[in-house]
Structure formats: structure tokens, C-alpha cells
T-cell receptor, first 114, second 115 residues
Framework: ETGVTQSPTHLIKTRGQQVTLRCSSQSGHNTVSWYQQALGQGPQFIFQYYREEENGRGNFPPRFSGLQFPNYSSELNVNALELDDSALYLC?????????????FGPGTRLTVL | DQQVKQNSPSLSVQEGRISILNCDYT??????FLWYKKYPAEGPTFLISISSIKDKNEDGRFTVFLNKSAKHLSLHIVPSQPGDSAVYFC??????????????FGKGTLLTVNP
């Protein structure tokens, strides 16, 4: 049974660019949630995908968008990058939208915007 | 507006002693509380949770206490071990569907257990 994986591990972009982060959920998990963790802060909920549909969104602008694929892997896309987007981006997978006890996090992607 | 607060950025304890990590919240609609542990270069790992209808939940060395009237919860680790050294996040969940299934995290407390 493989755990949650994320790619890339690190990424450096410049302001105004676009970025795509990827997440492979744990085998059998159909729900993926994305979080942004800025330095010195706790993870902040971006959105959740359940069976390829967005199921809830946090307080993030529309330039943060996502996708979930039939194999339940997921992408987070951020357009028009800003300096404040520099953060660790975490994805977490679970079986069902209400399974917080079994929510497994990946190691994250460290995004630096210059 | 921080709805989940962990006011101690760090805590240092001796091996074998009790570690007490605290968390306060402001949203009375939260119905479920969780603690996560995070090591460097790894994602957060679920540790223990408690429903808002309970005041205590115990799992081995870890116990979580919930005081709803004070909107306060705490995580007790007894006895503390050096391997417990990590950042501990308190998180809370709303009680309706849609975006209220999101978890709201505190800023975390760095626990250091000294041998």
C-alpha cells in the first residue's frame, strides 16, 4: 500500500507565473484536500475534491484551482503567482469526505515565488 | 481572525515527564477536534481526536481533554519520549457539509523532549 506522494518536492517560480502541483492519493482513497502552510503558520484549507468534484473551498481566490482525475490523483493550479503564495502545499487523502481520522498527508511541495 | 489558537510556540520537557500542549478555539460550531504531529520534511500525521460531546479521549500515552465551556482543549503525553519531539497542530472541524468539512488548524507548538 503506497502512501500519499506529491511532486515536485521543491519549486521556484517568479511572480506572475503559473504553477501546477501534483498529488497521488493513497490507494483506495477517493477524497483529496489541499492545504497551504505559510512559514510559522498552520495548514490552511484551500479546497477538497471528492470523486472528481470540488466539495468545499476555503478562503482562497479563484486563481487557485484544482482537478481530480478518475484515478483520484489531483492537481493544484495557481495562476498569476504572488510573493505571498510562497508556502508549503500539502495534500491529504481519505476514504470519504468525513474520514478525518484516516486523513493521510503527503510530505508537501515547497513553493518559492521570487 | 484565528479561530484555533495555540499560544505556546514551543515547549521543552524532560524525558519521562508529562507534556501538556494547549489549544483554544473561538467557533462554538466546531464539533470535532484533532491533534496532528509533524516531523520536518514530512506531512502531518493524525495522532488523536475528540468529539465535542466528550470531555476526554485516551490512546496509550496520549490523552486529549476538552473543556467546551472554556473553548479549550489540551493534549497530554505521558511519559514523554525523545521521539515525541515534533510540531503538534491542533485542528477543528465544523459540523455541516460543504466547506464546513474543512479542518481549521492552529499555528502549532514545537515540542522538544530532552533525554
Amino acid at each position: 500500500e503506497t502512501g500519499v506522494t506529491q511532486s515536485p518536492t521543491h519549486l521556484i517560480k517568479t511572480r506572475g507565473q503559473q504553477v501546477t502541483l501534483r498529488c497521488s492519493s493513497q490507494s483506495g482513497h477517493n477524497t483529496v484536500s489541499w492545504y497551504q502552510q505559510a512559514l510559522g503558520q498552520g495548514p490552511q484549507f484551500i479546497f477538497q475534491y471528492y470523486r472528481e468534484e470540488e466539495n468545499g473551498r476555503g478562503n482562497f481566490p479563484p486563481r487557485f484551482s484544482g482537478l481530480q482525475f478518475p484515478n483520484y490523483s489531483s492537481e493544484l493550479n495557481v495562476n498569476a503567482l504572488e510573493l505571498d503564495d510562497s508556502a508549503l502545499y500539502l495534500c491529504a487523502s481519505s476514504l470519504g469526505i468525513d474520514s478525518y481520522n484516516e486523513q493521510f498527508f503527503g510530505p508537501g511541495t515547497r513553493l518559492t515565488v521570487l | 481572525d484565528q479561530q484555533v489558537k495555540q499560544n505556546s510556540p514551543s515547549l521543552s520537557v524532560q524525558e519521562g515527564r508529562i507534556s501538556i500542549l494547549n489549544c483554544d478555539y473561538t467557533n462554538s460550531m466546531f464539533d470535532y477536534f484533532l491533534w496532528y504531529k509533524k516531523y520536518p520534511a514530512e506531512g502531518p500525521t493524525f495522532l488523536i481526536s475528540i468529539s465535542s460531546i466528550k470531555d476526554k479521549n485516551e490512546d496509550g500515552r496520549f490523552t486529549v481533554f476538552l473543556n467546551k465551556s472554556a473553548k479549550h482543549l489540551s493534549l497530554h503525553i505521558v511519559p514523554s519520549q525523545p521521539g515525541d519531539s515534533a510540531v503538534y497542530f491542533c485542528a477543528a472541524r465544523g459540523n455541516s457539509g460543504g466547506s464546513n468539512y474543512k479542518l481549521t488548524f492552529g499555528k502549532g507548538t514545537l515540542l522538544t523532549v530532552n533525554p
